[in-house]
């Protein structure tokens, strides 16, 4: 292992495949005990086996890691970076000391570390093959048109997220029988994908009891009432616009989905922005490339509360930091809200922060 700190002051540790502590292999990432703070009872360690860039989980360690055979162009930069700072360098050919342990491609690793509920699986499977025929549903259903188009937020740029529909008319084909027993709870909803470190998700927003000219608060107290459907459901949670290997150097978190649709519509670049959707935040998810991050969560009680825990984590972890909540008016609490009250100048401070860091 050879600790490299960047120019802006990110710490990353370049490791050798045999360094993995007993490496579980989980589809696209590997998770493996920590060595750096020397977990032995968690696979803190998770790293995308594509890029070679990992994470610890562990909030103490924190590590960022690359795995220099996953990636050696990146590693030999840093660990020539490192050298003409004065640091000594290893050959190439060093190999650390440590037990060899299996190879991480092993058959033998290729089962998963803790799986969900067979419910679980089988219902995100059941989405997952149905997504092509969502998303068509989206393109048709004009109850699903007419919401998004409320929301201000124009079907194509929709599309392009990765956003659908599931109507109950599709759960009730016969030949859909057994997936609409499980995707019972899905119908009617919006769906957009989730991505995490543990794979693909999706969260769903019901349309149920809406109707066009309906007000959003007027829906939100009409779901909240008992016996009718939860507003938001997922499976599993993850954060809607997070694709680990596309992200840009300076992100725009949001809170909501339809906020994230929002900025989307209004010219920001997607590999830019990210929505939480209620994910617990983890400051571990950010690749290396991830310089700024401009945390634009709600103005309310939650928000904020949730916006200086992560301003407190990102600058730890070298990360420069902006705030933009939205402005506490009259005009609403989140970005979509005001959107479609007020229009484009609703983002001008989103536009400002981002110009600034782009600038410094
Ligand atoms: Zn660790």
């Given at each position: 292992m050879v600790t490299v700190v960047t120019r802006q002051g990110r710490r990353i540790e370049i490791i050798?495949?045999?360094?993995?502590?007993d490496p579980l292999n989980m589809g696209e990432y590997v998770r493996a005990y920590c060595h750096i703070h020397g977990s032995?009872?968690?696979?803190s360690l998770s790293i995308n086996?594509?890029?070679g860039w990992g994470h610890c989980f562990n909030a103490a360690c924190d590590a960022t890691v690359l795995v220099a055979e996953w990636n050696p162009p990146v590693a030999e930069r840093l660990l020539r970076a490192r050298y003409q700072t004065g640091a000594p360098v290893p050959p190439a050919y060093y190999q650390p000391p440590e037990k060899k342990l299996p190879?991480?491609?092993?058959?033998?690793?290729?089962?998963?570390l803790k799986t969900p509920p067979k419910w679980q699986r089988d219902e995100l499977a059941a989405l997952l093959s149905l997504s092509r025929q969502m998303r068509a549903a989206l393109v048709h259903s004009k109850q699903a048109r007419a919401y998004l188009y409320e929301r201000g937020i124009p079907l194509e740029v929709a599309l392009t997220a990765g956003v659908s529909y599931l109507p109950s008319a599709m759960l009730n084909m016969p030949e859909l029988q057994e997936k609409g027993g499980i995707l019972r709870r899905w119908a009617d909803r919006i769906i957009f994908p989730l991505t995490s470190p543990a794979g693909k998700g999706y969260i769903g927003r019901s349309l149920c009891h809406w109707q066009p000219g309906m007000d959003e608060n007027t829906h939100k107290s009409l779901l909240d009432q008992?016996?009718?459907?939860?507003r938001w459901i997922t499976n599993p949670a993850g954060w809607f616009g997070y694709d680990i290997d596309h992200l840009s150097g300076c992100l725009i978190l949001v809170e909501g989905a339809f906020d994230r649709l929002t900025l989307l519509s209004a010219g920001f670049p997607a590999a830019g922005v990210i929505a939480?959707?209620?994910?617990?935040?983890?400051?571990?998810?950010?690749?290396?490339?991830?310089k700024a991050v401009i945390l634009?969560?709600?103005?309310d009680d939650g928000g904020k509360e949730a916006t200086s825990r992560l301003a407190c984590r990102l600058t730890q972890t070298g990360i420069c930091v902006r705030l933009c909540p939205?402005?506490?008016?009259?005009?609403?609490?989140?970005w979509n809200e005001r959107w479609h009250r007020?229009?484009?100048?609703?983002v001008w401070p989103i536009y400002e922060a981002y110009a600034e860091l782009w600038g410094a």
């Open positions: 050798y495949q045999s360094e993995l502590c032995d009872h968690q696979r086996k594509k890029t190879p991480v491609y092993q058959p033998v690793l290729l089962h998963p008992p016996k009718r459907p939860r939480l959707v209620g994910t617990a935040t983890q400051a571990d998810w950010y690749p290396h490339q991830v634009a969560l709600d103005a939205p402005l506490q008016d009259k005009w609403g609490k989140d007020i229009g484009p100048q609703s």
